[in-house]
């Protein structure tokens, strides 16, 4: 989240503070300005130089004479091949500190060590930067010929120095050695911090944790508590406004002590973070953190329908604003707001037969502002959801619904025989009076109906041998027939009308002698229960309200065959208001499939824990080939007529689903498909925001897995009108892209299933994750189905790495500056370089890292069971530009932990290039 300030190395003012010094050296002022001490000094040195020129002229004798022979001039030019550098007078060398120490970080205190040497006395100054405000401080030297070595303590602020030569006869300076070394300072603080930082760093902590009560989008004072034993300056940021935009207050101490930080604040996320840019001292400790809640005071006067001052929801009835409104009608709806700040959000109803839920989003800014939706409910009810207040209240001025086409409801509907008139309505005759036939004759009786809009039911009647026979019939409006083939009896049949949306008509009744009865089917063997696979049964209470509204379920996970549920919340989440409104209450069973038609059940049901109904059925289906998967209904209407219960809204249901004689007298697991296993997990709609993550192994499900088995994995996802996205994959060697094989998925409500199938490699790549990036509305519950599928070996009959040579590896990755911000990341995996690992073994990792003039920070870190922390060995980073190279070593664990990363948090000027090199050491659990 951070941006580092800017760090820059002033050249303009170094080749300033180089000519000011070699102004002032000695040789370089006039007579009349030097003290008689200097000029004693300069008759000094001007006498040496005459010895000097007076050596030179002795030195330049024919070849062949004593001194000629002995020209020390000759091993100077012999060992300049060793030297790091050479230097003329005036003339500067800029290192990298990290080149001669790899664990060097900007901020330590280092030790610089440089041997020089040179032919005749030489002088000059070794330099860098220092402080938050980057001030240049240096070491003057001077030296006579010969070797001299220069010692300089100094905590730089910037990972380069320079060593500039001011004067050196004419002759040039050699640098043999340059050694950096880091002087582990004594930190000045005790006591217990929440964290304790001694060098530049993040924390990243969650506002609910500081203060229960508080929720996203509440104002806030954020108070934190720093102790330091030197000056110090950073940021206190989060997230703001409906764009998520990055917000931060800086701060900066100018000495050691204890200070406090508040900031009032409206963050749009459960998250804040410190940095700490700049430490002058050893260390900066944060004490304590308080987050309190501040109430701020409404700018909005006057009456309103509904007045928002936090995220939350309106529902109104078109009827009681036109009474003229009935469900099916289209309308426009005109919601006026107000608002002292921006703000969206939508508003929204149920469409179709379905009941999908349909919405419009919106976004104002502040004073009066207009929502408009067309639309054609068949709920008499709409929403207005508001998601995001910039400002501290939103209020609802007015609201008007226009209709704008009359819909079914206005229709008059009529039938010859009968009209339906309701739900539930029953109508009976018998054929004998439309058809002359003996007992037991086959007769083929057919009903036609019309309607303005969408009905069903069925027609049935009891045969010559006392069973039930029905057909069913469905519509979505207009006219159609429904006709049954039975062998007749002499008893009345009926026509049940089970659902409409409007009057339905009986047009006419047919009955004719002959027709094709159905053959019976050869009867099956029962199926095993101990073979029944429950991993995708789901328990589900549906609620509806007496006038038939639509309905919404609470449902239990998939493959838990007991779920409990409180009639209260039913009731919440199909808007009804109070028990006088519910119209009853549906226990279900879902997601069984086809092939378990005719399997036997028991379920218990439970009101307040004392058991209501207990009983054993079979599934069946409807006559019109769709599963009938519920198993019974509670109701205190006579719509669905079983004991006539009344709820009073405050009952917890309960029910209990097992297979009847499952498992008895077996062992348990007997029969079980070991090629399929299931999981699932529950996202916690509260953590939006929080990447919340499932993490799981393949090995864990499939022990047996071998070298190129492929494994399916099928992600089921199910939520309570909510809406939610993220990603389901796996690592495996063979991925398309070599690494990570993935899904991305969003969805805004319902059931949607998502599936990918990857190839995984048994080495040490089989864990796999279901990311969740986004969610709101409701819990979101993933099922995962992993299927195995036989596979070669690819690699039988082969030695890896024949001829190579696997103790070192490399690797590059190249991180892009478009992507600042993003957290970019390179992921490897140690296995992939060595597939000879075993536990306990050692590899090395080296990052190096380029950047053209640029600036970067991050981490360098492998997951490990023998790491110091448990699970995660790394290093963090940051650099200014030039190249700098960090490393760190890790015991490595042969477990499935051997995955790394490199991670770039923040990235600026180029692009970042790192080399890795893996080095494979010798040794069980030591380092060498």
């Known amino acids: 989240m951070y941006k580092r300030k800017r760090r820059f190395t002033p050249k303009a003012a170094l080749v300033f503070l ?81 080149s001669y120490n790899s664990d060097y970080k900007v901020g330590d205190t280092v030790i610089i060590t440089v041997e020089m040497e040179c032919e005749a ?62 002087a582990e300072p004594e930190i000045g603080l005790t006591g217990d911090y929440i964290k304790l930082f001694t060098g530049e760093d993040n924390l990243e902590f969650a506002l609910s944790k500081y203060n229960s009560k508080y929720q996203v989008g509440d104002y806030v004072k954020i108070s934190v508590e720093f102790e330091s034993d030197g000056d110090f300056s950073g940021a206190l940021g989060t997230c703001q406004g409906s764009n998520y935009e990055w917000v931060q207050q800086d701060f900066a101490y100018e000495q050691a002590g204890t200070y406090t930080l508040t900031w009032t604040a409206k963050p749009s996320v459960d998250m804040a973070q410190i940095g700490i840019w700049w430490i002058g001292g050893t260390a900066v400790g944060v004490k304590s953190i308080n987050v309190d809640k501040v109430e701020q005071e409404v700018g909005l006067t006057g009456e309103y329908k509904a007045l928002f001052t936090e995220p939350g929801d309106y529902e109104f009835y078109p009827s009681v604003i036109e009474p003229q409104f009935k469900f099916g009608d289209e309308a426009l709806i005109t919601v006026t707001l107000e608002s002292d700040g921006e703000f969206n959000g939508c508003m929204g109803t149920c469409v179709g037969k379905n009941y999908d839920w349909k919405q419009v989003e919106y976004s104002s800014e502040t004073g009066l502002s207009t929502w408009q939706l067309q639309i054609s409910p068949v709920v008499d009810m709409v929403q207005v959801g508001i998601w995001w207040i910039g400002g501290t209240a939103v209020g609802i001025v007015d609201i008007d619904v226009d209709i704008t086409y009359w819909g079914y409801q206005h229709h008059v509907t009529t039938g010859a025989l009968y009209t339906a008139t309701q739900k539930g309505d029953v109508y009976t005759f018998n054929p004998s009076d439309y058809c002359e036939y003996e007992e037991g004759d086959v007769i083929t009786i057919t009903a036609a109906f019309n309607s303005n809009d969408v009905y069903n039911g069925c027609l049935k009647m009891k045969d010559a041998n006392g069973a039930v026979k029905q057909a069913g019939f469905e519509s979505n409006g207009g006219v159609t027939t429904c006709s049954l083939v039975l062998a007749g009896s002499k008893e009345d049949a009926e026509i049940d009308f089970w659902w409409m949306n409007t009057r339905v008509g009986l047009d006419s009744i047919t009955v004719v002698k002959g027709g094709e009865l159905e053959q019976p089917t050869e009867p099956t063997e029962p199926t095993d229960p101990s073979k029944v696979d429950t991993s995708s049964w789901q328990i589900a209470f549906n609620g509806f309200s007496s006038q038939w509204g639509g309905w919404q379920a609470k449902n239990g996970n998939s493959g838990v065959l007991e779920f409990s549920a409180a009639v209260a919340d039913i009731m919440s989440i199909n808007n009804i208001a109070s028990a006088d409104e519910l119209g009853g209450v549906l226990f279900q069973i879902w997601n069984v499939s086809e092939e378990y038609a005719g399997v036997e059940v028991e379920y218990t049901l439970y009101i307040d824990e004392v058991e209501f109904k207990k009983e054993k059925i079979a599934f069946s289906y409807n006559t019109d080939g769709k599963f009938n ?300």
């Open 18 to 98: 180089l000519v000011a010094a070699l102004s002032l050296s000695a040789c370089g002022k006039t007579p009349n300005q030097a003290t008689s001490e200097q000029s004693s000094v300069e008759e000094s040195f001007s006498s040496e130089s005459s010895a000097e020129e007076s050596k030179t002229e002795a030195e330049s004798e024919p070849a062949g004479s004593e001194s000629a022979e002995s020209a020390p001039a000759e091993e100077t030019k012999d060992s300049a091949a060793d030297y790091l550098k050479e230097l003329q007078e005036t003339e500067m060398y800029e290192f990298s500190l990290a």
């Open 121 to 182: 006395d030489f002088g000059g100054t070794i330099g860098s930067c220092v402080g938050k405000n980057y001030e240049w401080q240096q070491k003057d030297f001077e030296a006579t010929a010969g070797s001299y070595t220069l010692s300089w303590e100094i905590k730089p602020s910037v990972d380069t120095a320079q060593l500039s030569i001011w004067y050196s006869g004419g002759n040039s300076v050699g640098i043999k050695s340059i050694d950096v070394a880091i």
């Open 629 to 928: 998967d519920y198993l019974l209904q509670l109701t205190n209407t006579a719509v669905f007529d079983w004991g006539n219960y009344e709820f009073t809204g405050n009952e917890t249901l309960r029910a209990v689903v097992s297979l009847a004689d499952a498992g008895e007298g077996e062992e348990p697991g007997a029969g079980e498909d070991t090629t399929i296993k299931t999981d699932s997990y529950t996202f916690d709609a509260s953590k939006n925001g929080e990447n919340e993550t499932f993490a799981f192994d393949l090995y864990h499900y499939f022990s047996d897995l071998t070298i190129g088995d492929q494994v399916k994995i099928t992600a089921e996802f199910s939520c309570d009108g909510g809406w939610y996205g993220g990603a389901v994959g796996v690592t495996s060697s063979d991925a398309a892209d070599g690494d990570w094989d993935s899904v991305s998925f969003s969805n805004d409500d319902g059931v949607t299933t998502y599936s990918t199938t990857a190839t995984v490699k048994y080495d040490q790549s089989n864990g796999g994750q279901v990311q969740m990036w986004w969610i709101g509305g409701a819990d979101v519950t993933v099922k995962l189905t992993f299927e195995k599928i036989a596979g070669e070996d690819p690699g039988a009959g082969e030695d890896p790495g024949a001829g190579e040579e696997p103790e070192i590896k490399t690797d590059s990755y190249t991180f892009d500056v478009s992507k600042n911000g993003e957290n970019e990341t390179f992921a490897f995996d140690l296995y992939n370089y060595f597939p000879d690992l075993t536990i306990g073994d050692q590899v090395k990792i080296s990052a190096e890292f380029s950047c053209e003039n640029g600036w970067y920070g991050g981490s360098v870190g492998v997951s490990s069971s023998a790491a110091a922390d448990g699970s995660w060995d790394s290093v963090s980073f940051s650099n200014d530009d030039g190249v700098t190279t960090y490393s760190t070593t890790a015991t490595v664990k042969y477990d499935q932990s051997n995955g790394g990363q490199v991670q770039i948090w923040w990235i600026g000027g180029a692009d970042v290039t790192v080399k890795l090199t893996f080095e494979k050491l010798d040794g069980e659990g030591t380092e060498e």
